[in-house]
């Protein structure tokens, strides 16, 4: 594999241009959540129990949206390589349409049926309960999600990446304040708990809605997206087959993968709340590793898109290479670091001894493995679905997770009833088997598809 050579100023434009307001977006966010998990965790853990296992319903929601604005973007970057604005405009519209369906599912499962959900991740009635209140609020905002988040990966397709980012930033910073105040019952509010945290969460979506709308159509009179209506809707039956014979594999993908994160939700579940409490609080504090990793991911998407559609397939595969090494080295600096800080992070969290330690050593492994992780997550999101290679992508990962992943949870968990931490490091064999695959797959050059060229 090629080095990343610095002096290739349009790779380095690029990623900058891209990849830091993504990743400035994605600190903010994993930043100001991991603050708002300390808030809750100062309730205790039936409280931290409660939300993160209602928030699966949501983690689920939005990685399928995930996948059909991600399927949609497939076809936004390269149409923007070629400069096609009308159908940039179109595949917004059907993916707006698509993400809206799904948000409406959701919002019901979660406004009416709370109970029925948390009872599913749960067989702790105090964190049944705290879960059904929170659910009740925060289902009222993923239609607004699902709208903002439509709106925010087409701006980041064709460029428009500080739009989101600046909504978010936003966003999240009246989430953190209003979750202090409305949690605690600060500034003369009375302390409302886990459903202080839905309301503060409701009102900043509202926010984030409008100032990614603002921004996108009313600032400087308005982005290349700035659709009418008669422009987003504007397709024939032949425009949607070509687009979901696409895109639908990368929805189903992340259907399937966050179905699977879902059953491991349930899995520790059924071990006990302690085990619950471990691994959400090793996933947050992982995920401020993994912004990096991730934003790399996103910005691949969109520099390896934009050249596939101006038929640049040999500047393609370079960016591709020099994109998975960059990642390496990024897995390797954070990880190190990760194994270095957990005892310090798991500080912050007022829960027993006995959780700590487990959270301690799941962050451990998970820092020695952490840059395996956001190489799959380059070749996934990045590289195979830039390139068209959705359903490769869609078998790799979701196969994986569905073959090796959550047999080793069962196994580990539910079976031989192993420590948690063992149960973590046995579910992530899945990415060494994901890695080796996805590199050799990487390496034939035969992943990359002009998709746009006769539309």
Not at 302 to 327: F, H, P, Q, S, W
Not at 407 to 417: R, T
Request: net charge positive.
């Amino acid at each position: 594999m090629k080095g990343l050579k610095l002096k290739d100023k349009g790779f380095i434009k690029a990623l900058v241009t891209i990849a830091i307001p993504i990743t400035i977006q994605n600190f903010f966010s994993t930043s100001l959540n991991f603050v708002d998990n300390i808030m809750i965790g100062q309730l205790g853990k039936e409280a931290i129990a409660a939300v993160g296992q209602a928030n699966k319903l949501f983690f689920l929601f939005v990685l399928i949206l995930f996948g059909v604005y991600s399927g949609a973007g497939v076809f936004s970057a390269q149409f923007w390589g070629k400069r096609d604005i009308p159908n940039i405009k179109r595949v917004l519209g059907l993916s707006l349409i698509i993400g809206g369906a799904v948000s409406v599912i959701f919002a019901l499962a979660a406004t009416l049926a709370p109970k029925t959900v948390m009872t599913m991740f749960s067989k702790d009635a105090e964190v049944i309960k705290l879960g059904t209140e929170y659910l009740r609020i925060i289902g009222i905002s993923y239609l607004l999600t699902s709208i903002t988040f439509g709106f925010g990966m087409s701006a980041r397709s064709v460029g428009l990446t500080k739009i989101p980012m600046y909504a978010s930033v936003v966003s999240l910073g009246i989430n953190t304040f209003l979750n202090y105040t409305l949690i605690f019952g600060k500034f003369g509010f009375t302390a409302m708990g886990v459903k202080g945290a839905a309301i503060a969460t409701l009102i900043a979506r509202c926010i984030e809605l409008f100032v990614t709308l603002y921004l996108l159509y009313k600032y400087n009179g308005g982005t290349v997206i700035a659709a009418k209506f008669s422009e987003l809707f504007d397709f024939s039956r032949e425009f949607v087959a070509k687009i979901l014979k696409t895109a639908l594999p990368v929805i189903f993908n992340e259907f399937l993968w966050s179905l699977g994160m879902t059953i491991y939700a349930v899995i520790y579940g059924r071990i006990s709340t302690e085990a619950v409490n471990s691994a959400e609080i090793s996933n947050t504090i992982l995920n401020l590793f993994m912004i990096i990793g991730r934003s790399i991911a996103s910005a691949s998407a969109v520099m390896i898109g934009n050249k596939i559609g101006d038929n640049n397939v040999e500047e393609a595969n370079t960016y591709a290479r020099r994109l998975c090494k960059l990642g390496v080295y990024v897995g390797i600096i954070m990880g190190a670091i990760l194994i270095m800080t957990a005892p310090l992070f798991v500080k912050l969290f007022n829960v027993e001894q006995g959780i700590k330690n487990d959270v301690v050593t799941i962050l451990i492994v998970m820092g020695f493995i952490s840059f395996i992780k956001i190489l799959n997550g380059i070749l996934v999101v990045g590289v195979f679905r830039s390139g068209g290679e959705t359903v490769f992508a869609m078998l790799l990962d979701s196969g994986t997770v569905w073959c090796i992943g959550i047999p080793m949870a069962i196994i580990g968990g539910l079976w031989l009833k192993l420590p948690i931490p063992v149960v973590i490091a046995l579910v992530n064999l899945e990415e060494v088997v994901k890695v080796v695959i996805g590199l050799k797959r990487m390496l034939s050059n035969k992943w990359i598809k002009n998709i746009v060229n006769d539309m």
